[in-house]
C-alpha cells in the first residue's frame, strides 16, 4: 500500500529508468533550492485550537469564478508519457475526477485538445489551464493560446523564470535530452510548416520583458497568472501590469538554485499583492500539513509537481486518483486537528516559526531524512 507521498516516489524509483527518474526528482545545479522547499515546510510549526467542533469540513475552493474540491493544483509537468503510455490523458481524467485544477504543461506529450477531449467525454468537466513559455517569435505564442483557447482552458499560467533552460546536472551526466523515439511535444506539433513536435522548439529566452506580457494581455481576455516571480518588485510590478494571479514558485529547485524555499517567500510576496491577485504556492507540498501551513499564511491553493509523476509512474491514473485521495484525507485529517471547519479558519496565527533550541531533527523513519536537508548521520 501506498500510505504516504513518499511511498509513491519509491515505488516509482522502482518502476522507472533511473535516468527518468532523475529527470523528475533532479533540481539545477547543487539541487540546494530541492531540498529547501520541503525542509521550509517541515521547520515551521502548527499550532491547534480545540473544542471548536463541527462534523465536516469544507475543502473547496473558487479560482477566477470556477470551483475546484481541493486547494491542491497540479502544477505543470513535461513529459508524462515518458513514464506512462497514457501520459497526460492519464493525469487529467485523475484530476478531474478528483475535482482538481490541473494545469497542462506547453511541453506535455498529449495535445491539449485531446486533453480536453478525454475528460469532456468521461463526463467530468473541472477548468483546466495552459501553462505557456512565450516565445519571441509572437506569431507561435499566439498560435499556442489559440490552441489552449480551443481546447477550454480556462487560464494561462506564463512561466517566467526561465530566460534560459536551468541546469539539470543529472540529465547531462545521463545524457537525457531529448524525448524517445515515438514521444513528442504534441502542442508544438505543425505550429508552424513540418514542426514535428521536437522539445527544442520551446525557446527559453532571456529577451522576454514586461512588454511581452503586456502583448499577451492584449490578446486573450483569459485570466493570467505568471509562475516564477520571486521579487517582491516583480511581484508589484506583475500586478501593475493587469497579471491575474501569481503563482509563487522556484520551479521545484530546478532554474535558478540558491533561491528560498517558496513557502519562505509567501509573506513578502503577499505583502507585495496587498490582496489584489491569489497566490498560488508550489514546491515542495508532500503533506496535509503542508498544504495547511501554506493557505494559513495566505496562499490561495497550493501545486503538486513531482509527486504528480510519481504517482502517475506507479499507477497511472488509477496512482494520481488515489494520491489525491490520500492528500485530501491528510488535508482533512490536518483541518480536524487544528479545530478547522474549513479554509476559511486557517489564519496565520495557526502558524509559528520556532522561537528558541535548535531546529527539530527529522524522525527517525526511513526516509524521514530528505525532508530535513538530510541531517540524518
Ligand atoms: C519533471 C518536471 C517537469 C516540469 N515541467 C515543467 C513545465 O513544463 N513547465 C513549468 O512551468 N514547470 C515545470 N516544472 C515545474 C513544476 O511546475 C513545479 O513548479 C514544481 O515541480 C513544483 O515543485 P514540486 O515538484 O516540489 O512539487 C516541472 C517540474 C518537474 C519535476
Ligand atoms: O523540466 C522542467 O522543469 C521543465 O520545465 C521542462 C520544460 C520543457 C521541456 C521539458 C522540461
Not at 469540513?57 to 502544477?75: C, K, N, T, V
Not at 508519457?81 to 506529450?109: N, Q
Request: glycine share 10%.
Amino acid at each position: 500500500m501506498r500510505y504516504t507521498v513518499h511511498d509513491f516516489e519509491i515505488a516509482a524509483r522502482a518502476e522507472l529508468d533511473p535516468v527518468y527518474a532523475d529527470f523528475i526528482a533532479g533540481g539545477a545545479r547543487d539541487e540546494i533550492t530541492v531540498r529547501a522547499n520541503e525542509a521550509a515546510f517541515g521547520r515551521l510549526q502548527l499550532l491547534p485550537r480545540v473544542l471548536r467542533g463541527s462534523a465536516e469540513r469544507e475543502l473547496g475552493i473558487s479560482l477566477f469564478g470556477h470551483r475546484a474540491s481541493l486547494p491542491i493544483l497540479i502544477s505543470p509537468t513535461a513529459f508524462h508519457k515518458l513514464v506512462d503510455p497514457e501520459g497526460e490523458l492519464a493525469t487529467a481524467r485523475a484530476a478531474a475526477a478528483a475535482g482538481v485544477i490541473m494545469i497542462v504543461s506547453m511541453a506535455s506529450t498529449v495535445a491539449v485538445g485531446q486533453v480536453a477531449d478525454a475528460v469532456r467525454a468521461a463526463g467530468d468537466d473541472v477548468p483546466r489551464w495552459f501553462q505557456l513559455y512565450i516565445q519571441p517569435d509572437l506569431e507561435i505564442t499566439e498560435a499556442l493560446v489559440r490552441r489552449a483557447t480551443d481546447a477550454g482552458c480556462s487560464a494561462l499560467v506564463v512561466t517566467v523564470d526561465s530566460p534560459v533552460l536551468g541546469a539539470g546536472e543529472r540529465n547531462r551526466r545521463n545524457g537525457f535530452h531529448d524525448l524517445p523515439p515515438g514521444l513528442r511535444c504534441e502542442n508544438l506539433v505543425d505550429l508552424r510548416d513540418g514542426e514535428r513536435g521536437h522539445v527544442r522548439q520551446i525557446a527559453m529566452s532571456p529577451e522576454l520583458n514586461w512588454e511581452h506580457v503586456d502583448w499577451l494581455r492584449g490578446i486573450t481576455s483569459l485570466p493570467i497568472l505568471l509562475k516564477g516571480v520571486l521579487h517582491p518588485e516583480d511581484a508589484r510590478l506583475a500586478v501593475r501590469h493587469g497579471v491575474d494571479g501569481l503563482l509563487l514558485s522556484n520551479h521545484g529547485g530546478r532554474q535558478l538554485d540558491t533561491v528560498p524555499a517558496t513557502l519562505e517567500l509567501l509573506p513578502e510576496i503577499l505583502a507585495a499583492v496587498e490582496g489584489r491577485v491569489p497566490v498560488v504556492l508550489d514546491g515542495g507540498v508532500r503533506r496535509g500539513t503542508d498544504v495547511v501551513k501554506a493557505l494559513a499564511l495566505g496562499a490561495s491553493a497550493v501545486g503538486i509537481g513531482r509527486p504528480v509523476m510519481w504517482a502517475l509512474a506507479e499507477g497511472g491514473e488509477k496512482g494520481v486518483r488515489r494520491l489525491l485521495e490520500l492528500l485530501r484525507d491528510e488535508l482533512d485529517d490536518t483541518l480536524a486537528l487544528c479545530g478547522a471547519s474549513g479554509l476559511a479558519d486557517l489564519t496565520p496565527d495557526l502558524v509559528r516559526v520556532p522561537t528558541w533550541g535548535p531546529v527539530p531533527g527529522p524522525a527517525p523513519t526511513p526516509g524521514a531524512d530528505r525532508r530535513f536537508g538530510g541531517v540524518v548521520a
